[in-house]
């Protein structure tokens, strides 16, 4: 079939639940030099932000504003001692060994897609990637090691500028497409689930104007319950207005979109 379109994913939230690893790793890790914990409203808050795509970062920030607000005598770590305590929580091993080592948060990770989601897209003539924020170690790790895809098409931290640079986004793209992006190349549609990724979005259409990028949001998996609908609601109200051209109510609603999109 012919490729109609290609569809690149953020990882965190989008392909796996981070609510048990990532960002439980980032409020103990707070916890740790502050003596005070953020909620998960606090973390998504931040990320509301558009500029926290960074976990060791916000890490950080939320110490530094802690500090500030509740006038606290504690000194400021430096990112070195945030990154060994996030690493030692979310991996509880070194990221270098073995996975079979591995006994941190990571192991709580819940996958929200199967390898059969991907091999769907392909019979509908999408290509597919991943852009995302997560260490190259975590990101295998989920594609390969847990969803069983082989070599897939990547760009993880330290392989482009953080977004909500679009260095990445454009980068695999043009990977992908096999050229120069414009009129004559094929949609291409992002899917994420923070402000930061709807940014980078739009900063790829301003780079490259002659381009259909498609911005596709979807709330974390944390805010899927009924009992936080409100939280939902305001939370995708909050990737609409940033830019998002598609909102999801599920990560699987990817198997039948409506492909006049692309």
């Known amino acids: 079939m012919k490729n109609i379109g290609l569809i690149l994913f953020d990882i965190d939230g989008v392909i796996r639940s981070v609510e048990n690893s ?3 790793s980032l409020k103990k890790t ?3 030099f502050s003596g005070w914990e953020p909620s998960y409203m606090d973390i998504d808050n931040a990320k509301n932000e558009g500029i926290w795509n ?18 606290l005598n504690i000194e400021i770590p430096s990112r070195e001692e945030i990154v060994q305590c996030f690493e030692e929580l979310y991996f509880g091993g070194d990221p270098n060994e073995d996975s079979k080592y591995w006994s941190g948060y990571i192991t709580n990770e819940e996958l929200l897609v199967d390898k059969n989601f991907f091999d769907l897209l392909e019979r509908n ?7 995302s924020g997560a260490e190259s170690a975590s990101a295998k790790f989920v594609l390969e090691k847990r969803l069983g ?5 990547l760009i993880s931290m330290g392989d482009a500028p953080d977004k909500p640079d679009p260095t990445g986004l454009i980068e695999l793209s043009k990977k992908l497409t096999g050229g120069k992006l414009g009129t004559s190349s094929i949609p291409i549609g992002y899917v994420g689930d923070t402000i930061a990724d709807i940014n980078t979005v739009m900063n790829a259409k301003k780079e490259i104007p002659s381009q259909k990028f498609i911005s596709i949001g979807i709330a974390p998996p944390h805010l899927h319950s009924k009992s936080r609908l409100d939280e939902r609601n305001s939370y995708e109200k909050n990737l609409q207005d940033a830019g998002a051209d598609l909102i999801l109510n599920s ?12």
């Not at 003539?125 to 852009?131: A, E, K, L, T």
């Not at 990560?251 to 692309?262: P, Q, R, V």
């Open 125 to 131: 003539g999408i290509i597919w990637g991943f852009v």
């Open 251 to 262: 990560i699987n609603d990817l198997k039948s979109i409506n492909l006049a999109l692309f």
């Open 22 to 24: 990532y960002r439980l």
């Open 149 to 153: 895809l082989k070599s897939p098409p």
């Open 30 to 32: 707070v916890f740790k």
């Open 54 to 71: 960074n976990d060791w970062d916000l890490s950080l920030e939320f110490i530094k504003r802690s500090k500030k607000k509740r006038n």
